[in-house]
């Protein structure tokens, strides 16, 4: 064997046995040191005859323990056993095998070292080649051959490591002049890295399928113009397509109809300007329903040019529903909040409201903005029980309802609420046939042919489990009240209950408070020759009219005239019965001793042993001779007096007024005259004080309104009165009773 390896000897012999010329020999030596690729002759014995450096090096043995050894006899016993499976398989058939991937693990120095007696051939040598066997010389018997047609396994292992060589290995048959097969060629390539590279490929190409796969997305590709280039079987399964069907229409085809000419529109825009293609939209399924996805699709770029768009679905039906369940959550909570609000709204405001009409008001307004009702209506029962009677809200001409509803409705009609009212539950007709079905066709019929109503809302208002009324709502058009709005207005009808009994004690009490006060106050004032006299009383809550503030006029014996202003503090029945017997305590003083003095005397003798001591009452009294006009006059704790005279100039009196009935003090009086022309005004607190303007403000705008009033209302009491209370009252909240008395002295004619 030579071990020359400078230059190729040129007297070596081919594998036939033909000697080859210096170029073939060069050839040869050449491939065998230094191509890349490992190369090797294997005799029909499956011996080793020649091998190139490379390929040793590529099953990590020397060549020279190659060299006319077996595959079984050198390599290992998995690499060996793929040697020589093939080369079997090759000199069976007489056919090549080409790329057979065998994995070599490299073996260890040590193991070098001690596989073999040999010294390792220096590098780059080259193995003698020998002669090929005669054909009738004896070999070495085979083992059984694995049936034709069968390829015998590989010996590799997926994911070589770092110690392991992956040999892309083609197997040739060999032949001589005469067409004798002489051996096997065996052509060797390292493909590890190669391999390795594909092996990360695919198993990113792994994880994506299955990142896909459990994310639920749909992946598809498009051509760079937009149309289909390949099949998405994922997309075709969730929708039916055939593959005809997604070829000819893609995945714009089953889009929804209602979405498709929006989303075609996107679509094209992004392709032609090669941007990203975000949205949403529904999808039609194989079942026919629909779902909801989001897509995302890029443009994939090669150089500067798109050469495909890759898209991804992802199925958001269930976020969507959950979305759709949140925002319905929400609305409903909102109302919920909204309705609660409504209620403590009206609560609040019914707390405000003292008469039955006010109560109406309220529950009209908050249950038609709660339910958005067209028409509203009360009706409280008679005192025989027998029948409805309509109440209607203030500035409501229609009763609060449509046309239909009577003024009085009996109790045994078939009635929206004498229904609810009968049975002592709410009565719902979500559409006309529910009424008809419930109150009979020939009631309901009749009923229908008066009114643009088609839904209605009967409610009992109960007290201490009695009905006292009801309350109805009603809709221009069919509406079906859910269960939380019949909470609603079962809790509204509840507060409307217990306000309209309320509101139903307190007109009681009123109308005793108003006969007592129309019994204190006088009817008429007295007409005389030389003075004229007008009053006004105006109360400080709407609707109430009883207070503590009176007035009084009346003819002493010797034909004077004792006039009074008083103000009782408090409001009602006990204000009004504070303010009798003040009345009817100076009426008697005053017939025993008119002087003023006298009579405010007796008065705080009579407070100091009847009244509490928080009682806070105050007079002006002054006794006039109508004739000469001159008079007296005293007062506890009460406004100065407004002077006005026959010019139009006003002043109030000068005189400090004294203290309230009693509070301990020595009572005075004082002499005046009301000259021809001249007005006196008495007048109560409530005409110059209120939350916004204090008394001495109020008294300054008096004077001022006063000297204002035109001549032709100067001279006439009744229009002065309703001139200084208009003008002191604009624009300022009542709060307190208001009293005006005006007495007016007209010049002497002819």
């Known amino acids: 064997m030579s071990t020359d390896t400078s230059v190729p000897h040129p007297r070596l012999s081919g594998p036939e046995g033909q000697p080859m010329d210096a170029s073939d020999s060069a050839l040869y030596a050449t491939l065998m040191r230094e191509a890349p690729a490992g190369f090797a002759f294997f005799d029909t014995d499956l011996r080793c005859r020649r091998a190139s450096d490379a390929l040793a090096g590529m099953l990590g043995v020397p060549v020279s323990r190659l060299h006319d050894k077996t595959p079984a006899e050198v390599l290992p016993d998995e690499v060996a056993g793929a040697f020589e499976r093939a080369l079997r398989r090759v000199l069976a058939d007489d056919r090549p095998l080409s790329e057979q991937d065998i994995t070599v693990r490299l073996a260890r120095q040590e193991d070098d070292a001690n596989g073999s007696d040999d ?42 490591g770092a ?42 190409e792994q994880r994506y399928r299955s990142l896909v796969e459990a994310s639920s997305q749909v992946v598809w590709v498009a051509a760079p ?31 929804h109809p209602e979405d498709r000419a929006r989303i075609e529109a996107h679509w094209r825009e992004c392709v032609d300007d090669n941007r990203v293609f975000e949205t949403a939209y529904r999808i039609r399924t194989k079942t026919g329903t629909y779902r909801h996805f989001d897509v995302r699709a890029v443009p994939i770029w090669r150089g500067d040019r798109v050469i495909e768009w890759v898209g991804a679905n992802t199925d958001v039906t269930g976020q969507r529903e959950a979305e759709e369940m949140r925002g319905r959550l929400t609305e409903q909570l909102s109302a919920a909040a909204l309705r609660t609000a409504r209620l403590q709204q009206a609560t609040s405001m019914l707390a405000e409201a003292l008469t039955v009409s006010q109560v109406v008001q309220v529950i009209t307004e908050v249950g038609r903005s709660a339910i958005g009702a067209d028409y509203s209506a009360v009706a409280l029962l008679d005192d025989d029980k027998l029948r409805l009677s309509v109440v209607s809200p203030p500035g409501d001409g229609r009763g609060g309802e449509g ?63 009695a009905p006292i009324g009801a309350l109805r709502f009603s809709f221009t058009r069919p509406r079906e009240i859910t269960e939380e709005e019949r909470v609603f207005l079962e809790a509204l009808a509840g507060q409307c209950a217990l306000a309209v009994e309320r509101a139903l004690l307190f007109e009681r009490e009123h109308r005793t408070a108003e006969e007592l006060q129309r019994s204190l106050l006088p009817s008429d004032l007295p007409r005389l020759p030389g003075m004229q006299l007008a009053a006004r009383y105006d109360p400080a809550t709407r609707h109430v009219q009883v207070g503590g503030d009176w007035y009084d006029v009346f003819r002493l014996p010797d034909d004077r005239l004792a006039v009074a202003v008083g103000d009782v503090m408090g409001k009602g029945v006990l204000a009004a019965a504070g303010m009798g017997r003040v009345r009817n305590a100076l009426r008697a003083l005053a017939l025993n001793d008119p002087r003023p003095a006298a ?17 806070f009452t105050t007079v002006a009294y002054a006794v006039i001779d109508p004739e000469t006009g001159r008079g ?66 109020g008294l300054d705008e008096l004077v001022a309104a006063a000297s204002d009033a035109p001549p032709e209302v100067v001279g006439d009491p009744e229009r002065l009165v309703d001139f200084l209370v208009d003008r002191m009252l604009a624009g300022y909240e009542q709060v307190d009773d208001v009293t005006v008395l005006a007495l007016h002295v007209p010049p002497k004619t002819g």
Not at 168 to 188: E, N, Y
Not at 599 to 615: K, N, P, W, Y
């Open 163 to 204: 110690d392991e060589r992956i040999l892309a290995c083609s197997w040739l048959p060999s032949h001589g002049a005469d067409g004798k097969q002489l051996g096997v060629v065996l052509t060797a390539l390292d493909v590890t890295e190669r391999r390795r590279a594909e092996e990360v490929i695919r198993r990113k």
């Open 632 to 697: 007296a006059f005293s007062n506890a704790g009460h406004p100065p007096l407004l002077l006005i005279s026959g010019d139009g100039a006003a002043a109030l009196s000068s005189r400090e007024p004294g203290t309230p009935l009693g509070w301990p003090s020595q009572r005075q009086q004082a002499s005046f005259s009301i000259e021809t022309g001249n007005t006196v005004v008495f007048y109560s607190d409530g005409l110059v004080e209120n939350r916004r303007r204090g008394v001495d403000a």
């Open 225 to 255: 113009e937009g149309g289909v280039i390949d099949d998405a079987p994922e997309w075709r399964a969730i929708t039916g397509q055939t593959p005809e069907d997604y070829a000819l229409g893609g995945w714009l085809a089953a889009v």
């Open 599 to 615: 009579v405010l005397a007796g008065l705080d003798r009579l407070f100091s042993a009847t009244e509490d001591e928080e009682q």
């Open 403 to 465: 046309r239909a509803v009577r003024e009085e409705i009996k109790v045994s009609d078939q009635t929206v609420m004498s229904v609810a009212v009968r049975e002592s539950r709410p009565f719902l007709a979500e559409h006309p046939d529910s009424l008809r079905l419930q109150l009979g066709r020939d009631e309901a019929g009749l009923f229908l042919q008066h009114t643009e109503e088609r839904a209605w809302v009967g409610l009992p208002l109960l007290a201490a489990g």
């Open 119 to 160: 010294p390792p051939p220096a590098a780059g040598a080259v193995t003698a080649p020998q002669a090929a066997p005669d054909a009738g010389a004896s070999s070495v018997p085979a083992p059984a051959m694995p049936p034709a047609g069968t390829i015998p396994p590989a010996a590799a292992v997926p994911g070589p």
